[in-house]
């Protein structure tokens, strides 16, 4: 229940800053007024460009030395191995012969750290839920070194086209595209050894990259998108190998669609497991969001937030599915 005083003082503060004051009440709610305040600042400031390195188009070595000199300047990231911080110096990144042949993809932090995270290995299954544009399905074959069956879901007949072109541009060859809903996999009879489900979100972490996202969302949007991403998650758990890695990512940084989800699985199945997250990135995320008890392993989850890293917000989780049923 949310309190008068924070109340008036998300109304306050929404009208300030342009945002609706259901969000003010939650962020008041859920970091205090001094860290909403360094989040509302750091959603004014624009997101660095990053790209991820493509050895299946070209060494990362002849990348680097082509795109030096063409005057983009690169800063690797600590835990992306083929990742980096890019400067096109006014460049259009999608613009140059390099991205068209593939050699590298225009791709935020966050999303290359989700397949990092998957950590997927040459020869096994994989499962992409929900898997256009592309970003992570291209990042997911090329880990796999195109060897194994990378199987890319998506259901949007539109977003399809974008994500073959992708698949092809980055010279991706192990993955099989198939229009399906990601709520619904029985007809799949595959078990697959890992499955990313980067789930369609509010994407209330994106404010920094689209302002509009102010504004432009309900609360009800919210509960919406939380509903069917547990649908989509309740589907993937069900589907995945015993034994196998599930990681669960959305660019929502409310824990209606993020923690509440997780540990409702966690109540429904537990045979699945939150694992710890080996790379050093972001922070924890919330075992009592809004004061509510939540599972505490969801510790064990990482957050990217603009204040606090300088990107989009993120949720990351990962799980093992272990023999009890």
């Known amino acids: ?99 068209m042949l593939g050699h590298y993809y225009v791709q935020g932090v966050p999303s290359m750290t989700v397949v990092e995270v998957l950590d997927p290995q040459p020869g096994e299954v994989i499962m992409d839920l929900a898997s256009a544009p592309g970003g992570k399905t291209t990042h997911i074959g090329q880990r796999m070194n195109n060897s194994g069956i990378l199987l890319s879901i998506e259901n949007d007949r539109k977003r399809i086209q974008s994500l073959e072109s992708n698949i092809q541009r980055c010279g991706v060859t192990n993955s099989i595209v198939i229009r399906a809903d990601a709520k619904k996999l029985d007809g799949i009879s595959i078990e697959p050894d890992r499955i990313l489900l980067d789930a369609p979100c509010s994407g209330e972490g994106l404010i920094p990259i689209d302002s509009s996202r102010k504004t432009s969302k309900s609360m009800a949007d919210v509960r919406y998108c939380a509903t069917r991403e547990g649908d989509m998650l309740e589907a993937a758990v069900q589907k995945l190998a015993v034994g196998g890695v599930l990681v669960y990512a959305t660019c929502s940084i409310a824990p209606e669609e993020n923690e509440f989800v997780v540990d409702n699985i966690l109540r429904n199945h537990p045979e699945m497991e939150i694992e710890e997250i080996s790379q050093n990135f972001g922070s924890p995320g919330y075992s009592q969001p809004y004061g509510v008890r939540l599972d505490e392993s969801l510790e064990k989850t990482k957050r990217f937030l603009p204040h606090k890293d300088g990107t989009e917000g993120f949720f990351i989780c990962r799980m093992i599915k272990g023999g009890a049923q």
């Open 1 to 99: 229940m949310v309190s008068r005083e924070i109340r008036e003082r998300a109304k306050e503060i929404a009208e300030e800053w342009g945002y609706l004051p259901y969000m003010l009440e939650r962020y008041l709610t859920l970091w205090g007024e001094s860290e909403t305040l360094a989040f509302l600042e750091a959603c004014e400031s624009p997101i660095p460009t990053a790209i991820r390195l493509n050895p299946l188009r070209a060494s990362p070595s002849a990348t680097i030395e082509r795109l030096n000199k063409k005057r983009v300047y690169l800063e690797p990231i600590d835990w992306l191995d083929l990742g980096y911080i890019a400067d096109f110096q006014g460049l259009s990144p999608g613009a140059l012969m390099e991205h």
